[in-house]
T-cell receptor, first 111, second 112 residues
Framework: DQQVKQNSPSLSVQEGRISILNCDYTNSMFDYFLWYKKYPAEGPTFLISISSIKDKNEDGRFTVFLNKSAKHLSLHIVPSQPGDSAVYFCAAIQGAQKLVFGQGTRLTINP | DGGITQSPKYLFRKEGQNVTLSCEQNLNHDAMYWYRQDPGQGLRLIYYSQIVNDFQKGDIAEGYSVSREKKESFPLTVTSAQKNPTAFYLC???????????FGSGTRLTVV
């Protein structure tokens, strides 16, 4: 039972344009949602998070939007840069600190 | 610098052999976790431990075992009972909130 889903395995975006990564979830009890960035052969690094009581959180070029009624969140990267090329994982957490991850989306930024 | 160390980075084993992956943290975190990454399946939780001498099964614990004798260490043993052990294994630790959730750099295990 996949509680967090990233339905796009890959995404290709032109440098300087907006990258939009999507994530859907099924458990309405999740408290926080997080995005992680992962390079090959490395551990994921925390990017940005959003509380379930908010609908938007912004940090520099990264903005996360949460639509609770649709059980959907998205990560916007503007402008996209070559260093943003990585695998992005959406994750959710409920109470007891266990993170539940989506399958990941591989983002490629083209020059 | 505080961090979480996984060793070795690459590991090769013959089928039928048990193998132990090391995970050490000097962040003074109470909780530690083991995840497995497979292509197209994201990160799946194997085992986790919230305090010393206590651990719980995650979503895919079959064929794995862990111990938590020290706060700093959470080794994972991949036993011969694990049907598809070849994967990328990630260890993580947390002080009790997600902001401090820190991952190691991973161990790629290949069973031949």
């Amino acid at each position: 039972d996949q509680q967090v889903k990233q339905n796009s395995p890959s995404l290709s975006v032109q440098e300087g344009r907006i990258s939009i990564l999507n994530c859907d979830y099924t458990n309405s009890m999740f408290d926080y949602f997080l995005w992680y960035k992962k390079y090959p052969a490395e551990g994921p690094t925390f990017l940005i998070s959003i509380s379930s009581i908010k609908d938007k959180n912004e940090d520099g070029r990264f903005t996360v939007f949460l639509n609770k009624s649709a059980k959907h969140l998205s990560l916007h990267i503007v402008p996209s840069q070559p260093g943003d090329s990585a695998v992005y994982f959406c994750a959710a957490i409920q109470g007891a600190q266990k993170l539940v991850f989506g399958q990941g989306t591989r983002l490629t930024i083209n020059p | 610098d505080g961090g979480i160390t996984q060793s070795p980075k690459y590991l090769f084993r013959k089928e039928g052999q048990n193998v132990t992956l090391s995970c050490e943290q000097n962040l003074n975190h109470d909780a530690m976790y083991w995840y497995r990454q497979d292509p197209g399946q994201g990160l799946r939780l194997i085992y986790y431990s919230q305090i010393v001498n206590d651990f719980q099964k995650g979503d895919i614990a079959e064929g794995y075992s862990v111990s938590r004798e020290k706060k700093e260490s959470f080794p994972l043993t991949v036993t011969s009972a694990q049907k598809n052990p070849t994967a990328f294994y990630l260890c993580a630790s947390s002080p009790g909130n997600f902001y401090g959730y820190t991952f190691g750099s991973g161990t790629r295990l290949t069973v031949v």
